[in-house]
C-alpha cells in the first residue's frame, strides 16, 4: 500500500453511484433467494464504502490545507450529492427490512444491524434532501471561518447567524420526518436506545452534585496549564508514541506500525490549517484510520494526539474483527471510552515525552478531566434549550447560557454588556458541527475512570477487557458492550459517585 500522500483521488462519478444504487435495489425488490438479497445489500454497501473512502481523502486534504480551492470545491461537491445518494440507500435497506428474507438476514448479522438500518431509514427522507444538503453547507461555512488565524470585523454575527439558520434547518429537518422536535431526532441520530432525556437530565445532576463543588475548589488556589514536551519534532514525537504502542500490545503495535509506515497521520502546523484541532478520520475500503492536528510541542497537544489515535485503534481492531461496516464503529458514548482510555494508559510512557514533567502532566490530565465535565453539562442543557425553543433571541439565548453556565460552573464571571449585545454564548464547535454530541464525553468518560481505577490494580485485566471493547465495534447496544468492557452503567444511582470519587480523591493528593 502506498502512502497516504501517494493516494489518488478522482472525484466520484456520483451519476454512475446512483445507477448502481438503483440496480442493487431492483435486484433487492427481485430477489428470490435469502442469498441473492444478501450478496445485492452486501454489494450495493461496497459501493458505498469505497464512495466515503474516495470522499474521505477528498475531505482530509480539505482539513489538512484549508485554503485549498480544489479540495474545498470537491467537499462541497459532496454536500451536495450525499443526500441524495443516502436515500437511494436507504431505499435498498428498506426493501431489505421488508422482505420476507429480514429473519434470516437477522439470524445472520444479529438485531442491531436491523435496528441500526430501521433507525437511518427513520431518519432520512428524499423531502429532506435539499434541507440536508443546507446544514451541510453550513457546517462547512462554519468550519472556513474558524480556519482564519484573524478574526475579521463581523465575526460574531457571522457565527450566530450560521448558529441561528443551523437551529432552524435541523428543526424542519426533523418536523418533515414527523419527530416533535430535534432533540427527539438527535437521540436517534446518535443510537440512545439504551437511555433518553430522563436518564441525561439525571445524570446531569449527579455530575453537578459532585463534580461543580470539587472543581470550584479545585480551582481556587491552582493554576493548571500543560508543560511542554521535550520533543519538538513531529516524527520524532510519532516515533516514541509507536514504541508506547508496541509495548501496549501486540496489535496495537501493528496498528501504530500502518500509521506510520504509510504516513497515515498530519500534525504539522502550517498557513491555513484549522488551529487547536485534532480528529480521526476513517477510511473504510481500506480499513485504516487518519489522524489530523497540529503540533506545537505542547502536552495537551500530545494528549489530543493520543485521544484520536486511541479512536483510531478500535476502528482498525473492530474492522478485522466484524464482518459489517456499521458494526466498526459504535455509538460516541462508547467510541470516547477507547480514545479517553487510550490517555490513561499512555501514562506510564509519558516521562519519554515530558521528562520530569510527567506527574505534573498527570495531575493536570486529571485536573481537566474533571474540569471539563460541568461545562459539557452546561452545553448539552444548553443545547436543549435552544432546540426546546427555536424562537428564542438572540439576547435571550446569551441570558440562557449566562444562567446556565453559573449554575455548572460558578466561578465564572458573566460579561454584561456581552449579555446585552448578543454576543455572550459559547463559541463550542460541537453546537455547529455535532449537536447533543458533546455530553456523551462525559457519559464515556465515567467509564474511563472505571478503566483507569482498575487499571492500577490489575493492569492486564483492564487492557485485556478494553481491547475486547474496541474489537466489539458497535456489534452490540450499549449496555450490553458495557458488559463486553466490564463496565458498570454510568445511569444507575449513585455510581458517578463511587466510580468517580476515588480518581477525585487522587487528583487532590497531588494538588
Known amino acids: 500500500m502506498n502512502k497516504f500522500s501517494e493516494f489518488s483521488y478522482t472525484r466520484p462519478d456520483y451519476k454512475q453511484v446512483k445507477e448502481n444504487l438503483l440496480k442493487y435495489r431492483y435486484k433487492i425488490l427481485n430477489a428470490t433467494s435469502y442469498e441473492d438479497i444478501r450478496q445485492s445489500w452486501l454489494s450495493m454497501k461496497e459501493v458505498m464504502q469505497y464512495l466515503e473512502y474516495i470522499e474521505e481523502i477528498a475531505f482530509i486534504r480539505y482539513l489538512c490545507g484549508m485554503s485549498d480551492e480544489f479540495y474545498k470545491e470537491e467537499v462541497r461537491i459532496q454536500n451536495i450529492e450525499d443526500p441524495q445518494i443516502v436515500v437511494l440507500q436507504n431505499e435498498c435497506d428498506k426493501l431489505l ?44 461555512e462554519y468550519m472556513s471561518l474558524l480556519s482564519a488565524k484573524q478574526r475579521t470585523e463581523g465575526f460574531s454575527d457571522k457565527i450566530y447567524d450560521i448558529l441561528n439558520k443551523l437551529i432552524k434547518v435541523r428543526t424542519e429537518i426533523a418536523r418533515t420526518l ?33 463534580i461543580t463543588p470539587a472543581c470550584n475548589e479545585l480551582r481556587k488556589s491552582n493554576t493548571i496549564k500543560y508543560p511542554d514536551t521535550i520533543i519538538k519534532d513531529t516524527n520524532e514525537l510519532i516515533t ?88 466498526h464503529r459504535a455509538t460516541t458514548s462508547v467510541n470516547e471510552i477507547h480514545s479517553k482510555t487510550m490517555e490513561h494508559f499512555a501514562y506510564p510512557y509519558l516521562d519519554r515525552l515530558l521528562g520530569n514533567q510527567k506527574n ?12 471539563n465535565l460541568p461545562y459539557r453539562c452546561a452545553i448539552d442543557e444548553f443545547e436543549h434549550a435552544i432546540y426546546d425553543d427555536i424562537n ?39 453546537l455547529f458541527t455535532h449537536p447533543f454530541y458533546y455530553i456523551e464525553y462525559n457519559v464515556a468518560q465515567v467509564s474511563v475512570f472505571e478503566f483507569y481505577e482498575r487499571s492500577k490494580h490489575n493492569w492486564n485485566q483492564a487492557w485485556k477487557d478494553y481491547a475486547n471493547l474496541c474489537k466489539t465495534g458497535g456489534s452490540k447496544n450499549y449496555l450490553n458492550l458495557l458488559k463486553v468492557g466490564n463496565l458498570s452503567n454510568p445511569f444507575s444511582q449513585d455510581i458517578v459517585t463511587k466510580i468517580c470519587k476515588p480518581v477525585l480523591d487522587e487528583l487532590f493528593s497531588l494538588m
Open 97 to 140: 427490512l421488508n422482505s420476507s428474507y429480514i429473519d434470516h438476514f437477522r439470524l445472520e448479522f444479529g438485531d442491531k444491524i436491523v435496528n441500526h438500518l430501521s433507525n437511518n431509514v427513520m431518519l432520512s427522507n428524499t423531502q429532506t434532501v435539499s434541507l440536508q444538503a443546507e446544514e451541510s453547507q453550513l457546517r462547512s
Open 178 to 210: 414527523e419527530y416533535k422536535n430535534y432533540i427527539e431526532m438527535a437521540y436517534k441520530i446518535h443510537g440512545r436506545f439504551d437511555y433518553g432525556e430522563k436518564e441525561i437530565a439525571s445524570f446531569r445532576s449527579q455530575l453537578h452534585k459532585l
Open 240 to 327: 516514541v508514541i509507536k514504541d508506547m504502542f508496541s509495548d501496549l500490545s501486540t496489535e496495537s503495535g501493528y496498528y501504530m506500525n500502518y500509521i506510520f509506515e504509510h504516513e497515515l497521520f498530519d500534525i504539522a502546523d502550517r498557513p491555513n490549517k484549522r488551529q487547536n484541532y485534532f480528529c480521526c478520520c476513517m477510511l473504510p475500503y481500506i480499513k485504516l484510520p487518519f489522524i489530523i492536528g497540529s503540533f506545537h510541542g505542547n502536552g495537551l497537544e500530545v494528549n489530543s494526539l493520543i485521544h484520536e489515535l486511541g479512536h483510531g485503534y478500535a476502528f482498525y481492531t473492530a474492522a478485522r474483527s466484524q464482518k459489517l461496516y456499521e458494526y
Open 360 to 371: 505534573i502532566y498527570i495531575r493536570n490530565h486529571l485536573f481537566h478531566s474533571f474540569d
Open 392 to 430: 428564542l433571541s438572540r439576547t435571550q439565548r446569551c441570558e440562557l447560557w449566562a444562567e446556565i453556565e453559573n449554575k455548572y460552573m460558578p466561578w465564572r464571571t458573566n460579561d454584561l454588556e456581552s449579555i446585552k449585545q448578543g454576543t455572550y454564548w459559547p463559541n463550542q464547535s460541537h
